[in-house]
């Protein structure tokens, strides 16, 4: 009967060490969307007109706070676009746009945030410059 609560104990015991890792490294569970690396898409991607404030990182979340005219922001479509080029500098910078498909025929100004992963905008070395290029905005990305 001691062996039997011995077994069950260290098994608790080992499943809650693993779901406590686990939902300790699952950083991207955090953010809405994951951003997408592509050269066409920065391209053609829709381009409605935002004005975006503020950008913050938490662990490879990237929160962007931003403003468009619409009805209440239920219907639009946004991208976090990588231009898929890496610029050689120290750091090492990439260039993002903030796509927007805005088809909302209101005169209100709404201001919202989203969250990105951006694990994928790693590069060599252990920290590269993000650049939103639709805005003034650039934020140091440090892993």
């Given at each position: 009967?001691?062996?039997?609560?011995?077994?069950?104990?260290?098994?608790?015991?080992?499943?809650?060490?693993?779901?406590?890792?686990?939902?300790?490294?699952?950083?991207?569970?955090?953010?809405?969307?994951?951003?997408?690396?592509?050269?066409?898409?920065?391209?053609?991607?829709?381009?409605?007109?935002?004005?975006?404030?503020?950008?913050?990182?938490?662990?490879?979340?990237?929160?962007?706070?931003?403003?468009?005219?619409?009805?209440?922001?239920?219907?639009?479509?946004?991208?976090?676009?990588?231009?898929?080029?890496?610029?050689?500098?120290?750091?090492?910078?990439?260039?993002?746009?903030?796509?927007?498909?805005?088809?909302?025929?209101?005169?209100?100004?709404?201001?919202?945030e989203?969250?990105?992963?951006?694990?994928?905008?790693?590069?060599?070395?252990?920290?590269?410059?993000?650049n939103?290029?639709?805005?003034?905005?650039?934020?140091?990305y440090?892993?």
């Amino acid at each position: 009967m001691k062996t039997l609560k011995l077994i069950l104990g260290t098994f608790i015991i080992c499943i809650s060490l693993t779901t406590c890792d686990r939902d300790n490294n699952d950083i991207s569970s955090n953010c809405e969307k994951q951003v997408i690396v592509s050269a066409h898409e920065y391209d053609t991607a829709p381009n409605d007109q935002l004005e975006v404030h503020k950008l913050e990182l938490n662990e490879d979340c990237l929160k962007i706070s931003f403003s468009s005219s619409g009805c209440n922001g239920d219907t639009w479509i946004l991208k976090l676009i990588d231009s898929e080029l890496v610029l050689e500098s120290n750091p090492p910078q990439r260039n993002l746009r903030l796509s927007l498909n805005n088809e909302e025929l209101c005169d209100a100004y709404i201001t919202t945030e989203i969250t990105v992963e951006i694990n994928d905008l790693q590069v060599a070395g252990n920290k590269v410059l993000l650049n939103l290029t639709n805005s003034d905005l650039q934020i140091l990305y440090e892993y």
